[in-house]
C-alpha cells in the first residue's frame, strides 16, 4: 500500500480529515474538515455533514475529548489502526464528476497517475460553493503550471475574474490589502477558470520525493519577528511546508504552513515576512502559516511590490500591525 502522504484524505470515527504532511510513518498528521451535523448542509449516504473551519475543528475536538488532537501542535495525529478508509487523490480522479474531467481534459498529455482531486469532491462531500482542488504530482506540477499560463494566455482558459478573486481573497481570510494579495497571486498562474469552472492547482511530492529534508516539526519558539531578505532559491516555494532559502546571519529559511503564501518570491528577490521565529535541529527559522486563518503574518516579495508601485500600500497597512522585531 501506497505511503499517505499530504492532501489524501482520511475517515475516522464516522469524522473525515485532510492530511497535512508526508511524514507519517508513527501516526498521521491530519486536521479535521467534516463532522456528522443533523443540520450539515452535505450529504453522503444518507448523512448529513458539516464542514469546520480551523477554530471550529479545534474547538470541537476540546469540547468532545478527541484523544488523538494535539494541544501543543494544534494538529490531530492520528494512529493508523484508527483510520477506517484513505482517499486517494489520484485515484479519486478516476471516478471524479463532470467538473473534474473537465479540468483533466484541459491538461491532455499529462499522466492520469500524475494528477488527483482532493477536498469535498474526493470523499463526496460536494456543496453548492465547492470548487476542484486539483493536485499535480511532482515535476508534473510545473508543467501544468505552464500549461495554464499558456492557456490564459492563448484565451483557451480564464484567470479568475475581479468577483472570484474577492471570492478567494475572503475565503482564506487574507489581511494584506487586496491589491496586494492580487498582484502575487495573478502571477503564479495556479488558478483558472474553464467553462465557469474554477480549480486551482496544488502541489504534492511524488513519492520518490517524500523524504525532503525539510522541516515539519515543532520547534522551540523564541519569540514574534520580520526579516527581509533575499530569496536564493525558488525551487521549493510551492512545496509545503513552502520552503524559501534566503541570505540572512541568523535565519536559514523561511518555512511556509499555509497555501495563501505559497510562491510568493522568485529567485533573487527580496522578500519580507513576518512570523514566529522557532530554532529546528539546531538552526533558526521563520514560520509563517500558524493558523489556517492567516492574522498578522505574511510574505511578500518587496522587488515585486515595488516594481507594480503596491509597496507604498503594503507599508502603510504594515503601520497598522502590533509591532515586531526585524531580525
Known sequence: MKPVRLRDFLEADGMFFSVVGYRNEGRVKAFLR???DSNGDRLKDGVRYRKLSHQEAIDFAKQNK?????????????PHEKIDRVYKPEKGVRDADGYVRKVVSFF???????MGVTGSRLIGLVGDESDVDFVMYGDWWFRGREKIKRGIQRGEIQEPDSNMWEFIYKKRKVTLPF????THERRKYHRAVI?????????VR???QLQRDIPEEKG?????????????????????PAFYPIKHREITAILCFTHTFVGQAQEGEVIEARGDIETI?????LIVGTKREVEDEYIISRTYLEKRRLYDEFKLWEKSLHPVQTV
Open 179 to 182: 491589491h496586494v494579495f492580487l
Open 34 to 36: 467534516y463532522i456528522r
Open 220 to 240: 522551540v519558539k523564541t519569540g514574534k519577528g520580520k526579516i527581509v531578505a533575499e530569496l536564493v532559491d525558488d525551487s521549493l516555494v510551492f512545496d509545503y
Open 281 to 285: 535541529n539546531g538552526k533558526k527559522y
Open 66 to 78: 478527541i484523544e488523538y488532537y494535539s494541544h501543543e501542535l494544534g494538529i490531530f495525529l492520528i
Open 195 to 203: 467553462d465557469n469552472i474554477y480549480f486551482d492547482l496544488l502541489f
Open 108 to 114: 491532455d498529455g499529462i499522466p492520469l497517475d500524475k
Open 206 to 208: 511524488d513519492y520518490s
